[in-house]
Nanobody, 116 residues
């Protein structure tokens, strides 16, 4: 059974940092692209970042480029998102995602709130 579980969210002041983790199981993590996506209340999902197989290449949305860093530890089957210089508009539920055979797999998400 595929499982993705995000953690590391919380309340942080503007300008602060958080590191999100996504622990996975049930598939060969190192063989798949992985993504971070966020969703705000009343808003649609926003793609943030992709890590290709093995982490050889990474891609970022313009809204987070230069502030967020995606990484992965294939030995631990875990995806990370280091978030620096957080802004109030980064407040959202953050999800990790992978796709297989046309299906999207998601974790339950972790809430990030940026507020003073």
């Amino acid at each position: 059974e595929v499982q993705l579980v995000e953690s590391g969210g919380g309340l942080v002041q503007p300008g602060g940092s958080l590191r999100l983790s996504c622990a996975t199981s049930g598939f060969t993590f190192g063989s798949y692209e992985m993504r971070w996506v966020r969703q705000t209340p009343g808003g649609g999902p926003e793609w943030l970042s992709t890590s290709t197989t093995g982490g050889r290449a990474t891609y970022y949305a313009a809204s987070v480029k230069g502030r967020f860093t995606i990484s992965r530890d294939n030995a631990k089957n875990t995806l990370y998102l280091e978030m620096d210089n957080l802004k109030p508009e980064d407040t959202a539920v953050y999800y990790c995602n992978y796709r297989w055979m046309g299906n999207n797999y998601w974790g339950p998400g972790t809430q990030v709130t940026v507020s003073s």
